[in-house]
């Protein structure tokens, strides 16, 4: 765990509302000067804590699309299963998340699709005994009531 300072923290909280900020805005932003906030971003990047910038696309406003979740139990629960299963699913790029829990299932996993017809494709393919599913549950979205992918980190320290 690297150890960061309260400064660290607000240059994090910024750049989760705008990874795009000039250097200078965000120094002015968390109140220090240019030079050190340059070398706490690149300090950062550098030890992992920012892994990448990205865009938040607005998919609803490109085409339609359907969230889908679902649970996933496995048959087998070594190492060497588990490893399969997420290498198997982390290459199918309608899955935007996929988590390994603890509890009645063994993953949790959001898909992003065209249409129900892909996910039951993608269903009939992947989750299946010959990847070491077991069982499956599906729940569809019907509304996003909260989607936030910044990580409040005032909360957490």
């Keep these: 765990m690297n150890k960061l300072d309260r400064m660290d923290y607000r240059i994090l909280d910024v750049l989760q509302e705008n990874g795009r900020l000039p250097i200078k805005i965000l120094a002015d932003r968390v109140g220090i000067s240019v030079s050190p906030c340059w070398q706490r971003v690149k300090k950062l990047e550098k030890d992992g804590?920012?892994?990448?910038?990205?865009?938040?696309?607005?998919?609803?406003?490109?085409?339609?699309?359907?969230?889908?979740?679902?649970?996933?139990?496995?048959?087998?629960?070594?190492?060497?299963?588990?490893?399969?299963?997420?290498?198997?699913?982390?290459?199918?790029?309608e899955v935007v998340e996929c988590y390994e829990v603890m509890g009645q299932f063994d993953y949790h996993m959001k898909f992003v699709v065209s249409s129900i017809e892909r996910y039951t494709e993608i269903v009939e393919r992947f989750l299946t005994p010959?990847?070491?599913?077991?069982?499956?549950?599906?729940?569809?979205?019907?509304?996003?009531?909260?989607?936030?992918?910044?990580?409040?980190?005032?909360?957490l320290i």
């Design 49 to 93: 804590i920012i892994r990448r910038y990205i865009a938040e696309i607005a998919i609803e406003k490109l085409q339609s699309v359907q969230i889908v979740l679902a649970n996933v139990a496995l048959s087998k629960h070594h190492r060497d299963a588990l490893d399969f299963f997420e290498r198997n699913m982390c290459v199918i790029p």
């Design 130 to 155: 010959e990847f070491g599913v077991e069982r499956y549950f599906t729940d569809i979205v019907s509304r996003v009531a909260k989607e936030d992918r910044a990580i409040h980190l005032r909360s």
